[in-house]
């Protein structure tokens, strides 16, 4: 008959131990670029009643770097934020801005009129007009009293 020798510290809590030193050691090796944030601009949507307007937030992108598209009732606004500074120093002491490409997809209330949409870029936001079909425009009904 062979005997196993008895260890402390086997079980559970010594098993829960080891996974979290497994899991937790394994977001050390990421990348750096996965880990890095990306620019995602802020958006904010408002809809009226003959128009959605929608404000998003690109400072340092140009005019030229956005694509807005609309398929559907998805507005897409899609674009790259490029960083324009060259260094010729040895290192960085802080850099907290944000570079990349950026995509956001917004699923629109209602019917728009594709051929009327106009977008502005003005001091870093970009305002886009998203004009309703007349067939997606609200009516008021009137309730009346008997």
Not at 37 to 59: C, G, M, Q, T, W
Request: hydrophobic share 30%; aromatic share 6%.
């Amino acid at each position: 008959m062979t005997l196993v020798p008895y260890r402390r510290g086997l079980g559970m809590p010594s098993l829960r131990a080891e996974m979290d030193d497994l899991f937790g050691s394994f977001f050390d090796y990421m990348p750096v670029e996965l880990t890095e944030p990306r620019f995602l601009p802020s958006i904010d949507i408002n809809e009226e009643e003959d128009k959605i307007v929608v404000h998003a937030e690109v400072p340092g992108c140009r005019a030229e770097d956005i694509d807005i598209d609309v398929k559907g009732n998805i507005l897409t606004i899609k674009g790259e934020k490029q960083q324009h500074e060259e260094r010729k120093e040895k290192g960085c002491y802080c850099s907290e801005r944000v570079y990349g490409s950026f995509r956001r997809e917004i699923s629109l209330p209602s019917e728009v009129d594709v051929d009327k949409i106009q977008a502005v870029a003005k001091e870093g936001v970009l305002t886009i007009t998203l004009p309703k079909t007349g067939k997606s425009k609200s009516t008021k009904i009137k309730v009346k009293e008997e």
